[in-house]
């Protein structure tokens, strides 16, 4: 059974279940700031569940290519939206810091 690694807590999970998913029922802030009201619901659109994640998870989608690809997210960073992705081995996530967790200070790593 997998792993997610995320913000202090280490959660088992199904292979193939989704990140954003794992991470909201398990209580981590996945949504810096107003996003945490104003965000997309997981329709891969807005962007704001960007994380860094290590480790065994699905390919990256269409939706997650594109909007990644517009501003504030650069399709050169190695961030991947939460809700467009499933976690298929252990990971462990880091969030950073700005509306759409894209800024390059570091909010929350797995361990704390």
Do not use: Y
Request: charged fraction near 20%; charge should be positive; proline fraction near 4%.
């Amino acid at each position: 059974m997998p792993t997610v690694q995320a913000q202090g807590k280490k959660i088992e999970c199904q292979r193939g279940e989704n990140l954003r998913q794992i991470l909201l029922q398990n209580g981590i802030d996945l949504h810096n700031g107003g996003a945490k009201v104003i965000n997309c619901r997981g329709l891969g659109t807005c962007g704001t569940c960007a994380v860094l994640v290590e480790g065994e998870v699905s390919q990256t989608n269409w939706r997650d290519k594109a909007r990644r690809s517009l501003p504030p997210h650069s399709p050169t960073k190695n961030l991947r939206l939460a809700c467009q992705t499933q976690v298929l081995g252990d990971v462990r996530v880091t969030k950073f810091e700005g509306f759409w967790g894209h800024c390059s200070q570091i909010l929350w790593t797995p361990e704390r």
